[in-house]
């Protein structure tokens, strides 16, 4: 049996490895950082980057594997129009991340197409297979029609190809949220000082995660115990709190390390703390607090927001410190807060009250 490798039509962050079963072929994969067996599968998958894969031909080099789908996709992806759509989206003044997150929408669509023409029905049908097969929100879907738009209006200079094309109505969730007792769980898991200090900060500072990684020495304010958050999402400056507790615990964390540029470095010199990394973080804090919830390391921002409201505080404010736009954005936090919900009498307590 061959082996085979393969880049999934969505998730291009992991290449999937179909790998028949031998004690030489485990052994040699188990030396591969950051691989995983994906037991409904039966397969494995390792990270899709160069590295990784060069150490895997290194590994494999007398086997005969099938390279064609990882080819392919690295050939899209170093494709001249690729290049020429990141300069134009700089060029617009979009953030890296939503550069990256462009690219790589229109990337899936060129390996999805496998070389066919770009047409009205290709589009709408990866619309559907977005929609029908991978079940993907209808902000992701929205985000890959934005990014369709730019690479047929700029690159292609065919806009007739999506006159017609029209973005998914938005999907009304509410977020989910922690209670103030499952935060104080959850936070006390963490002996880490380092993954103690970003979590108290996204907590008590109502900090996206792209933030937290990105702060800097100089953007802390310890005199009016501020933090000062720079071109965030819409490139926006703002201000945000600053508790007691998490800025002692920042003290004591800059006490026992040494930092340079970035609040939390990374492993690499020059390079700040990666989002995965936080988001790891709080998945074993989570595991730990015995949490069943469906919640991510975003919630502890929801739960920020939430709480104010609670507390009493002004939405207009909270809308500031969360750095909206747009105070409809805000006022999702009146559909999950006990500000109002929990002075509401039920009727059936009010039922057995009367006896």
Request: aromatic letters at 10%.
């Amino acid at each position: 049996m061959q082996i085979i490798l393969k880049i999934s039509n969505i998730n291009h962050k992991r290449i999937i490895v179909y790998l028949p079963y031998s004690e030489s072929n485990i052994n040699k994969i188990k030396r591969i950082s950051g691989r995983k067996w994906h037991t409904e599968r039966k397969c494995w998958s390792i990270p899709n980057n160069p590295e990784t894969i060069l150490f895997f031909r290194q590994l494999f080099a007398d086997e005969k594997i099938d390279y064609s789908s990882v080819d392919f996709y690295y050939r899209i992806r170093n494709e001249p129009s690729i290049r020429k759509l990141s300069n134009i989206l700089k060029l617009k003044g979009y953030s890296e991340r939503t550069r990256r997150s462009y690219l790589y929408q229109i990337i899936r669509f060129l390996v999805f197409l496998k070389n066919k023409k770009i047409t009205q029905e290709n589009i709408k049908n990866y619309i559907l297979f977005l929609i029908d097969k991978k079940s993907l929100s209808h902000a992701y879907i929205n985000q890959f029609i934005c990014a369709i738009k730019y690479y047929c209006n700029f690159i292609l200079h065919e806009k007739d190809l999506i006159d017609t094309l029209e973005q998914l109505k938005k999907q009304k969730k509410l977020p989910i949220v922690l209670s103030k007792n499952e935060v104080r769980v959850l936070l006390n898991t963490i002996t880490n000082l380092k993954q103690k200090t970003i979590l108290n900060l996204l907590y008590s500072s109502g900090l996206r995660v792209s933030e937290v990684v990105q702060l800097k020495i100089g953007d802390i304010d310890k005199n009016r115990k501020l933090i000062h958050i720079r071109q965030a999402k819409g490139r926006k400056d703002r201000y945000t709190l600053l508790s007691k507790t998490a800025f002692d615990c920042l003290i004591n964390y800059l006490k026992r390390n040494r930092t340079n540029e970035w609040l939390f470095p990374g492993q690499k010199p020059d390079t700040h703390y990666s989002i995965r990394s936080v988001e790891k973080i709080f998945e074993n804090a989570k595991k730990k607090a015995g949490i069943i919830k469906d919640v991510s390391v975003h919630s502890l921002r929801h739960s920020f927001a939430t709480h104010l409201l609670e507390a009493g505080v002004d939405i207009r404010y909270i809308q500031e410190l969360l750095g909206h736009k747009s105070s409809k954005t805000t006022e999702i936090y009146t559909h999950v807060s006990l500000f109002k919900m929990g002075n509401i009498k039920n009727p059936l307590d009010s039922l057995y009250a009367q006896e």
